[in-house]
């Protein structure tokens, strides 16, 4: 895509006032996120096309710049090609993966779950629309299914390098989930996990203290791995003195070899 053609789909993100446009206002981001400069004109055309449907339907609740442009980084940066999401919404970050993913020319690369139909159905729709039905797959199943794994080891033709958690935001499924999925994880593997801040914590419906709690908890059990947790005690909606620019936080567990 020209670079004044980037520029103008850029800018028109920092003009919208809608919330989930946030990180496109601050006064630091002036620029296009690599997350889409990277972008053919028809992938960034088919990105504002999804954000106009899923405002339109209010199926707004994906992730953001920030954790995307470090997933971008890490998955670009060290030519990952099999990656598990667990939980998908309508297909945010299955879109932007799978786009990085078809430039890295895998087949087969990424396996998402999400457990509500509707959403399944629609982000299905979407990666099928983007023309990435060889790339991505997205399965109707809980993340704690017991045949998760075996079936997400089946699709990518091996063991997940990186499991990218953003599902329920709940203490004890965050913790379930990564006792499911560490064992899965290729030796020298990633789990990046969403919403690990103090101020995300307040997404879980159960008030038992979220992602946060249940990577704390983790960590001290496994003092062996390497676990860190950036905007960890952020409390509210802003991250003033922070560099990470995520409120929500992420956490990084790195499987040792
Ligand atoms: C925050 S959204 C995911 C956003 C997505 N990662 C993105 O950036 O586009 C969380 C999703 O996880 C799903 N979910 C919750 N628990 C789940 C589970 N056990 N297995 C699979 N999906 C789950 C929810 O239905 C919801 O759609």
Known sequence: MS????????????????????????PRSNYVPPIFASLS?????????????????NLIGECVVPIMSLLHGVVMGSGIQRIVQL??????????????????????????????EPLCRFAREWLERAGLAEVVRVELRSSLDPASPGLARDYLGGAPELVFLDSSHEYRQTLN?????YPALAAGGLIVLHDTSEFAASF?????????????????SHPEVEVISLNHNVPA???PGM????FCGVGLIQKPV
Do not use: N
């Not at 989930?177 to 999925?181: D, L, S, T």
């Open 237 to 239: 909606m802003e991250t």
């Open 204 to 220: 879980d419906v159960t008030g038992e203290g979220g992602v946060r709690r249940a990577l704390q908890e983790w960590r001290k």
């Open 243 to 246: 560099v990470y620019q995520d």
């Open 177 to 181: 989930e990564i006792e499911a999925w």
């Open 87 to 116: 939980g998908t919404h309508a297909g945010y970050s299955s879109l932007l993966l799978g786009f990085y993913l078809r430039q890295m020319h895998a087949r087969h690369g990424f396996f998402c779950f999400e457990i509500d």
């Open 41 to 57: 004109d028809d992938e960034w055309q088919l990105m504002e096309d999804w954000f106009a449907e899923t405002t339109r339907q």
């Open 3 to 26: 670079a004044p053609e980037t520029a103008r789909r850029s800018l028109a993100l920092s003009a919208s006032a809608e919330p989930r446009f946030w990180w496109h206002r601050l």
